[in-house]
């Protein structure tokens, strides 16, 4: 009985910490670390983060409501959030570090048993929302 009872702490423990790594693709970790931005006077980011995130958001009603393919989105934002945070920074310690946190959202959704397609997809449309927007604001401030 002891044994059996360590394992489900040990399988609690282990749910927890996979439910929290997918914080860091949430909504209000997007809001903090856009506003994060903003208070370093790093507006180009803040532009390239939120039109990220518009982006993201209308690739998603079209997949949904369209073509009636689900994302998941933890995913999409947390590579929007790894890609312009890694040039604000241009840091490659704190680059290695953020892919760390990205690849513990990724094992963490496979270990939730969260669909493979949704989360392939929610990569796909992380990056191409990415890219989309700092092709967007690139060509515009120049």
Same mark, same amino acid.
Not at 50 to 77: D, E, M, T
Not at 81 to 110: E, G
Not at 119 to 132: D, E, K, P
């Given at each position: 009985?002891?044994?059996?009872?360590?394992?489900?702490?040990?399988?609690?423990?282990?749910?927890?910490?996979?439910?929290?790594?997918?914080?860091?693709?949430?909504?209000?970790?997007?809001?903090?670390?856009? !506003?994060? !931005?903003?208070?370093?006077?790093?507006?180009?980011? %803040?532009?390239?983060? #939120?039109? !990220?995130?518009?982006?993201?958001?209308?690739?998603?009603?079209?997949?949904?409501?369209?073509?009636?393919?689900?994302?998941? $989105?933890?995913?999409?934002?947390?590579?929007?959030?790894?890609?312009?945070?890694?040039?604000?920074?241009?840091? %490659?310690?704190?680059?290695?570090?953020?892919?760390?946190?990205?690849?513990?959202?990724?094992?963490? #959704?496979?270990? #939730?048993?969260?669909?493979?397609?949704?989360?392939?997809?929610?990569?796909?449309?992380?990056?191409?929302?990415?890219? %989309?927007?700092?092709?967007?604001? $690139?060509?515009? #401030?120049?």
């Amino acid at each position: 009985m002891k044994k059996e009872n360590q394992k489900t702490k040990l399988k609690n423990w282990s749910n927890e910490i996979a439910r929290d790594s997918l914080a860091i693709g949430s909504i209000p970790m997007f809001i903090i670390v856009t !506003a994060r !931005a903003g208070i370093g006077n790093y507006y180009q980011y %803040v532009y390239e983060i #939120l039109l !990220a995130g518009l982006i993201l958001f209308f690739f998603h009603i079209f997949s949904v409501y369209l073509i009636k393919i689900k994302s998941q $989105n933890h995913i999409a934002r947390a590579i929007i959030l790894f890609i312009f945070t890694s040039l604000l920074y241009n840091d %490659v310690k704190f680059t290695i570090f953020i892919f760390f946190l990205l690849i513990i959202i990724f094992v963490s #959704l496979f270990y #939730l048993k969260y669909n493979k397609k949704q989360i392939l997809y929610g990569i796909l449309l992380g990056l191409l929302s990415s890219l %989309v927007s700092y092709l967007i604001l $690139n060509y515009l #401030l120049k």
